[in-house]
Nanobody, 127 residues
Framework: QVQLVESGGGLVQTGDSLRLSCVAS????????MGWFRQAPGKEREFVAA????????RYADSVKGRFTISRDNAKNTVYLQMNSLKSEDPAVYYC????????????????????WGQGTQVTVSS
């Protein structure tokens, strides 16, 4: 069982940066591939970024590639999402998720592959 708690959301202006954090409970954080998803009002939840268990492999949605960076610190049971150059299309509730995987290099892109979810943190961007 893993419990995830996100933080770091808030209200920023277009072009600003935010760093989201997600802290996981338990002692097996390094056993999970992690991901960030987001959901805007009236839209389906969408993939944002994912990282493998070791942190050596990452994947991004095209809409955030080059602006967002996912990273993890297994010693701190934490995964991060650094968001730079925020745009008007980025506001959403951002969720982190954990996926129990076997291989070190596995990254998961589909929400159905994730076993555990946080409660979300709101990101708002004003122009």
């Amino acid at each position: 069982q893993v419990q995830l708690v996100e933080s770091g959301g808030g209200l920023v202006q277009t072009g600003d940066s935010l760093r989201l954090s997600c802290v996981a409970s338990g002692r097996t954080f390094s056993s999970y591939a992690m991901g960030w998803f987001r959901q805007a009002p009236g839209k389906e939840r969408e993939f944002v970024a994912a990282i493998s268990k070791s942190g050596g492999r990452t994947r991004y949605a095209d809409s955030v590639k080059g602006r967002f960076t996912i990273s993890r610190d297994n010693a701190k049971n934490t995964v991060y999402l650094q968001m730079n150059s925020l745009k008007s299309e980025d506001p959403a509730v951002y969720y982190c998720a954990a996926s129990a995987v076997v291989l070190q290099a596995t990254v998961m892109l589909a929400s159905k592959e994730y076993n555990y979810w946080g409660q979300g943190t709101q990101v708002t961007v004003s122009s």
